[in-house]
């Protein structure tokens, strides 16, 4: 596997989107919020009937909050456009390698977003929250925007 140094020069590069990774976060977060309230106001205060019943409280809890911040995980992605291959987060991949590079959106029924993954002969790799990951892309092989 080919060192970022012998890739020759840098042609563009592209980095994590903080606005989109924040809407998301945020969107899931007042999802999540207005769940927990309509669970408060449907259940009478007091004690809870079993510890069985707070241990599943707690794993549900502990799901939820996994998926709400899920899109922070992100935050250090970057896409590295380089004369010879492309340096997606810290791995680097020849050109000759990755073949022929297409990108393909995605939208899902049971998703309020779409997904954006940079599809090459090896895998597909998932650029949703890389900032105009497809824009850098072609300014830096087919000078175009």
Known sequence: MPDKTNMGRKLAQAHANMGKILFRTAIRLTLAGVIVFAGIR???PGK???ILAVLLA????LIALAWVFFPLVH???QLAFYET???IGKRP??????????FMD???NYSLFGQTYMCTEIRRFNVTYIKDAKKNFNRAYFNEI
Do not use: F, M, R, Y
Request: hydrophobic share 40%; glycine share 14%.
């Open 106 to 108: 995605v939208k899902n």
């Open 48 to 50: 809870p009937v079993s």
């Open 75 to 77: 935050c250090g992605d």
């Open 93 to 102: 991949w020849p050109l000759n390698q990755l073949g022929k590079i297409s």
């Open 85 to 87: 291959g492309i340096v």
């Open 58 to 61: 707690t794993l549900i809890a």
């Open 42 to 44: 449907g259940n009478p």
